[in-house]
């Protein structure tokens, strides 16, 4: 890092105080962690093991996860420079791509494009990779941000504000190494959703109970 002087972000497993996290870990030019990211929405009986303390003969008798990952504190954004101009992106890893109300509150406090760290490894099929990245996809058309997945299997690429794909690697198999250069547009424009979420949706549903109530 100090050698090419740039900033790096990576995915790594952190032990803090005796408690394991699922992290991203933001390095600046002198190789000195600028910012760190704890996983926020874990995926039970895979990265946590729900009310443990009770139902720990389970998780034995059954090996149904051999993880005990904490839940990190919230959504955070993660800065990045133009110049010396000063900015931030939003971090989700693996299945946080999923959940748009945390994506919201990122892009509500600054982020300009989305950071997506994921391990599709576990699964088998190309089509469910491919599924996958779909919300990629949905999330960069929802908030009119540009959306950055990279990815140790399943599909690493740089998707636009517009939901289009600017490049990929498709042919990339697990433990590859590749090089991409991205450039993207990191214009945060906003949209009905980013701005109130599914306020519209509420109102659809309100108006439905309406109509079937006076009908």
Known sequence: IEHHQVRMLIGTALLIDGKNYNSAVLFD???????IYHKNRLLPFNEYFPFADKLLFLKE????????????QGPVVLPFYQGEE??????????EEGYPALLRR????GARFIVVTL????????????LHAQTGILQA?????????????????????????????????????????????PVASGTFYGAYGNVFLFVCMLFLIVIIYYR
């Open 29 to 35: 030019k002198n190789g000195e962690a600028e910012g």
């Open 61 to 72: 008798r059954f090996s149904l996860n051999n993880y005990d990952f904490r839940k990190g």
């Open 86 to 95: 000063k900015s931030y992106f939003g971090m989700v890893i693996c299945s």
């Open 106 to 109: 990122q892009i509500q406090d």
């Open 119 to 130: 391990n599709n490894e576990w699964f088998k099929s190309e089509a469910a990779m491919m």
């Open 141 to 185: 058309a929802a908030f009119k941000v540009p959306v950055i997945r990279s990815s140790n299997s399943g599909l690493t690429c740089a998707i636009d504000r517009y939901g289009r794909f600017q490049k990929k690697g498709d042919d990339l198999k697990f433990d590859d190494e590749a090089v991409f250069h991205f450039d993207i547009d």
